[in-house]
């Protein structure tokens, strides 16, 4: 859960940043925007699936939510 919520705030920051700045976002980064979509939709859809109580931790879901919102908006 620690990891997933370390995830989100992450997720919801380059949201944050990305409104800002843009595409100059990436460029802060070692890896390129296709590279931290593969890694943040894996990331949040892993740790889902091994989510015990998918229902009652609804943090994961907002993980996957946001990843896919954001990548898919850019």
């Known amino acids: ?5 370390d995830k989100l705030h992450n997720i919801r920051s380059i949201v944050k940043e990305w409104e800002e700045k843009g595409e100059k976002l990436w460029e802060k980064f070692n890896a390129d925007k296709k590279e931290q979509k593969w890694y943040y939709q ?28 954001f990548f898919d908006k850019i």
């Open 42 to 69: 894996n990331i949040a859809n892993e740790l889902f699936r091994l989510a015990k109580d998918k229902e009652g931790n609804s943090v994961f879901k907002k993980l996957q939510e946001e990843t896919e919102n």
């Open 1 to 5: 859960m620690v990891i997933c919520a």
